[in-house]
T-cell receptor, first 115, second 117 residues
Framework: SQQGEEDPQALSIQEGENATMNCSYK?????LQWYRQNSGRGLVHLIL?????REKHSGRLRVTLDTSKKSSSLLITASRAADTASYFC???????????????FGQGTILTVHP | DTGVSQDPRHKITKRGQNVTFRCDPI?????LYWYRQTLGQGPEFLTY????????KSRLLSDRFSAERPKGSFSTLEIQRTEQGDSAMYLC???????????????FGPGTRLTVL
């Protein structure tokens, strides 16, 4: 079963606006990652935040992590039409040396940015 | 381009047939993963290799599924006696070991879309 749950399932905004997507998870994690997927294609890694980090920035992306609430958010500022894609959070469990980096993905948020 | 490649990109087959997919990871990456993604869902883990050793298999991987990575480089995923429920995108990913390997991102290939008629 999917561990992560993204919210909202779909988000439609105008170019230039900010987009915020949320993710919740259930188990103790080592890290949380966000990926983007353009329609029918492979996934592209966006940003990784470790369990001992609370906030991270990369260009127009800002990720927060609240391990007490088992939740994360991805903020895309000044969105562009090219940001239109599905966004997935993925968690790596904190299971010592046996989890091998397996990622558990949420169901994703479909973001549409209108020009 | 030295990214992860997958072949074929699309496969249409009839129920009951066998299919095989290939994944070529980034050359220096020791870890290789297979995931399955159905429409509207996130990817689900199937199996993991470290070099040539298959170290983890999901319960999603029924006896009809088998994966190999014979020389620790490319990997194949075979589905025997395909069923309509096998229709999905099959994604391969790779990542390196070493350093702070707990924190490594995974690099995904473009996927193989399987349609079982």
């Amino acid at each position: 079963s999917q561990q992560g749950e993204e919210d909202p399932q779909a988000l439609s905004i105008q170019e230039g606006e900010n987009a915020t997507m949320n993710c919740s998870y259930k188990t103790s994690i080592n890290n949380l990652q966000w990926y983007r997927q353009n329609s029918g294609r492979g996934l592209v890694h966006l940003i990784l935040i470790r369990s001992n980090e609370r906030e991270k920035h990369s260009g127009r992306l800002r990720v927060t992590l609240d391990t007490s609430k088992k939740s994360s958010s991805l903020l895309i500022t000044a969105s562009r039409a090219a940001d239109t894609a599905s966004y997935f959070c993925a968690t790596r469990r904190n299971a010592g040396g046996t989890s091998y980096g397996k990622l558990t993905f949420g169901q994703g948020t479909i973001l549409t940015v209108h020009p | 381009d030295t990214g992860v490649s997958q072949d074929p990109r699309h496969k249409i087959t009839k129920r009951g047939q066998n299919v095989t997919f290939r994944c070529d990871p980034i050359s220096e990456h020791n870890r290789l993963y297979w995931y399955r993604q159905t429409l509207g869902q996130g990817p689900e883990f199937l199996t993991y290799f470290q070099n040539e050793a298959q170290l983890e298999k999901s319960r999603l991987l029924s006896d009809r599924f088998s994966a190999e990575r014979p020389k620790g480089s490319f990997s194949t995923l075979e589905i025997q006696r395909t069923e309509q429920g096998d229709s999905a995108m099959y994604l391969c990913a790779s990542s390196p070991i070493g350093g702070m390997s707990s924190y490594n991102e995974q690099f995904f290939g473009p996927g193989t879309r399987l349609t079982v008629l």
